[in-house]
């Protein structure tokens, strides 16, 4: 598994400061929450990591590797950070079965198929669903949705995987199950997790460590 080094990191929408000089760490094999007011700077830090957007200063490095380095002019592309991706809701292809989910962000990046099928068996293996490839999402309950979205991006990376606001629109009870699917899955996995929410008690019913960020886009507690 990998760890996540943020450096640094500032940048400017316009004239306005989202982040400046913001530095953090994600031990490997651990679920950092990363908790603030919405329009705090979460989502642009996740956007950097990504490779979607480019810093003005600092350094981000996913395990040994440097994936940006404004020195150094290090830019990886994000299809060559090998980071996973849960957006808000989980947000499974509705029209796709849960195999074509799976296998949709490997044909984007242009795998053979061995490798595509190699890596979508061993998706589906890790979070259970063998056997519910050729299945519909609305054939699946919102647990199976999520162990559906979280394979998919374990094709990506096993190492790393971000999930921003995975739960923010659902009701109780789900967010619930949810919460619980992402803990058992990271628990068997081991995988590195930055989970990204303005839900403290989300956050810590979910986290091995909580970073917390203030409306200025400042790290004010870490524990």
């Not at 500032?10 to 953090?24: A, V």
Request: proline share 4%; charged share 25%; aromatic share 6%.
């Amino acid at each position: 598994m990998a760890d996540v080094r943020f450096e640094n990191i500032t940048f400017h929408y316009g004239d306005k400061c989202i982040l400046k000089n913001f530095s953090l760490a994600v031990e490997e094999s651990q679920i950092m929450c990363l908790v603030g007011p919405s329009g705090c700077g979460k989502t642009t830090l996740v956007r950097c990591l990504l490779g979607f957007i480019k810093p003005e200063t600092g350094a981000i490095y996913v395990g040994d590797r440097c994936v940006f380095s404004a020195k150094d002019r290090i830019d990886v592309p994000p299809e060559r950070r090998h980071i996973g991706v849960v957006f808000q809701d989980y947000a499974v292809w509705p029209h796709l079965t849960v195999l074509e989910n799976i296998l949709y962000p490997m044909k984007k990046m242009r795998m053979n198929r061995d490798e595509m099928a190699r890596r979508a068996r061993h998706a589906l293996e890790q979070v259970r669903m063998v056997g519910y490839e050729n299945h519909l999402p609305s054939q699946l309950s919102g647990g199976q949705q999520q162990r559906v979205a979280i394979a998919r991006a374990l094709v990506s990376s096993d190492e790393v995987i971000v999930m921003d606001e995975p739960i923010t629109n659902l009701d109780a009870k789900l967010r619930e199950e949810m919460l619980q699917e992402i803990r058992v899955i990271q628990h068997d996995i081991g995988t590195t997790i930055l989970y990204i929410t303005h839900d403290q008690e989300a956050a810590l019913q979910l986290c091995d460590k909580m970073a917390i960020m203030d409306y200025e886009g400042n790290l004010c507690q870490l524990g």
